[in-house]
């Protein structure tokens, strides 16, 4: 099997991971258009995306026990075009076929953001491997970029022009059907080893454990970023566009070269991304002028871009070859769901420790990931151990 075209499919699955945030750009569109709905109702089309997406991509790892990743992410393509096909064509009639529309965008989130990665493990060993991870990792912020402006645009035609950016699952699927082989590869399903023996060990969950909480942390960024920018009169919305551009724009340059990042970093590349994205986190505190918010997204985005992949790359060889997607599903499950939950443990916690306004959650993260960083380089040290490693042959 020629790895090239597996790339191929790779990357253009990559490039609309993040194609929900599209939606972004026109909540307040919508809000207008449906006059009289509640505020809560509206967001739920942003939200609901990564909520479904934390569903699918746990479960789409054991499924791909069972059933070929190419089916699964069929699947997943056929979903997402129908949510947008849905939102479009019918959206303006009712906030609940915009709701029901953001459901099946879920599924292809979730099922994409796993069966990507998980194809990577399947193809591709060693240095190839980490290097195709942040090659992906830089497609997702690449495509994101490239999705966002153009559904700006066309929205600035009507609303609901923006969902016309759904089209790009056709060729994707396309390209999915000439490139991706119908079955999986052997290992997926002949076990060299007893199905007993084949068992998730403590590198993956603790992988899952720094990415639960990277996910928690590292939200707040964009969840709050716009208010900081607003708020201390460093600019407008279009501001925080180009600052989340900026981000984007860091993740991809680190994605093309993660696999540099990866020699020169090895094992303690996640830690050190922690400390980067922590000390951005903390810089949005005592930010004086709008060049410093700057700053802080490029560390946002070169953490982004590390963190994915590095985490990724070792909860999947951490594991046997049958279990790598179930592994990866774990770990992308777990950031998904601590971004969705962080504003329900952050604001709160703010709001004793602090005074509950922007600075005291920024510093929160700040302190939090710097803490994680710790944490994850004492953790890995240790399970890399040769005791823990024979430890975990036993488990397995």
Same mark, same amino acid.
């Given at each position: 099997m020629k790895t090239s075209s597996i790339k191929l499919s790779i990357l253009s699955l990559s490039a609309l991971c993040m194609i929900s945030m599209t939606a972004s750009a026109v909540l307040a569109d919508i809000q207008a258009y449906f006059t009289g709905i509640d505020s809560s109702l509206v967001q739920m089309i942003l939200t609901i995306p990564p909520l479904l997406g934390v569903v699918f991509a746990f479960a789409s790892g054991p499924l791909s026990m069972k059933?070929?990743?190419?089916?699964?992410?069929?699947?997943?393509?056929?979903?997402?075009?129908?949510?947008?096909?849905?939102?479009?064509?019918?959206?303006?009639?009712?906030?609940?076929?915009?709701?029901?529309?953001?459901?099946?965008?879920?599924?292809?989130?979730?099922?994409?953001?796993?069966?990507?990665?998980a194809l990577i493990a399947d193809y591709f060993k060693g240095d190839e491997s980490s290097a195709m991870m942040g090659l992906q990792s830089a497609f997702v912020n690449g495509g994101g970029?490239?999705?966002?402006?153009?559904?700006?645009?066309?929205?600035?035609?009507?609303?609901?022009?923006?969902?016309?950016?759904?089209?790009?699952?056709?060729?994707?699927?396309?390209?999915?059907?000439?490139?991706?082989?119908?079955?999986?590869?052997?290992?997926?399903?002949?076990?060299?080893?007893?199905?007993?023996?084949?068992?998730?060990?403590?590198?993956?969950?603790?992988?899952?454990?720094?990415?639960?909480?990277?996910?928690?942390?590292?939200?707040?960024?964009?969840?709050?970023?716009?208010?900081?920018?607003?708020?201390?009169?460093?600019?407008?919305?279009?501001?925080?566009?180009?600052?989340?551009?900026?981000?984007?724009?860091?993740?991809?340059?680190?994605?093309?070269?993660?696999?540099?990042?990866?020699? +020169?970093?090895?094992?303690?590349?996640?830690?050190?991304?922690?400390?980067?994205?922590?000390?951005?986190?903390?810089?949005?505190?005592?930010?004086?002028?709008?060049?410093?918010?700057? +700053?802080a997204a490029v560390c946002g985005g070169f953490a982004l871009a590390s963190i994915m992949p590095s985490g990724t790359f070792i909860a999947a060889n951490a594991v046997v070859p049958q279990l790598s997607a179930t592994a990866i599903a774990i770990v992308t499950a777990s950031v998904n769901l601590g971004m969705f939950l962080s504003p329900i443990i952050l604001n709160p916690l703010s709001a004793l420790l602090g005074s509950g306004d922007l600075k005291s959650k920024y510093l929160i993260s700040a302190v939090g990931l710097l803490v994680l960083s710790v944490i994850a380089f004492i953790g890995y040290n240790y399970l890399n151990r040769p005791q823990a490693s024979s430890v975990q042959n036993q488990q397995m």
């Open positions: 059933i070929p990743k190419r089916k699964i992410i069929i699947f997943g393509l056929l979903s997402g075009f129908s949510g947008g096909a849905i939102a479009f064509v019918f959206g303006s009639i009712s906030i609940y076929i915009l709701l029901f529309s953001s459901l099946l965008i879920g599924i292809a989130q979730g099922i994409n953001s796993t069966m990507t990665m970029m490239v999705l966002a402006f153009l559904a700006g645009m066309l929205a600035s035609i009507q609303w609901n022009y923006s969902y016309l950016v759904y089209l790009f699952f056709i060729p994707a699927l396309f390209i999915t059907l000439k490139t991706l082989p119908k079955e999986d590869p052997v290992h997926e399903h002949h076990f060299e080893q007893s199905t007993a023996a084949a068992k998730l060990n403590a590198t993956v969950f603790f992988t899952a454990f720094v990415f639960f909480f990277y996910g928690v942390f590292q939200f707040v960024f964009q969840a709050n970023i716009s208010s900081v920018v607003i708020e201390n009169g460093f600019g407008n919305a279009s501001t925080t566009g180009l600052i989340n551009t900026v981000y984007s724009g860091a993740g991809m340059l680190t994605g093309i070269l993660f696999g540099h990042i990866q020699r +020169i970093f090895k094992k303690q590349t996640l830690p050190f991304a922690l400390i980067i994205v922590g000390i951005g986190m903390g810089l949005v505190v005592f930010a004086g002028n709008l060049s410093i918010l700057f +700053i």
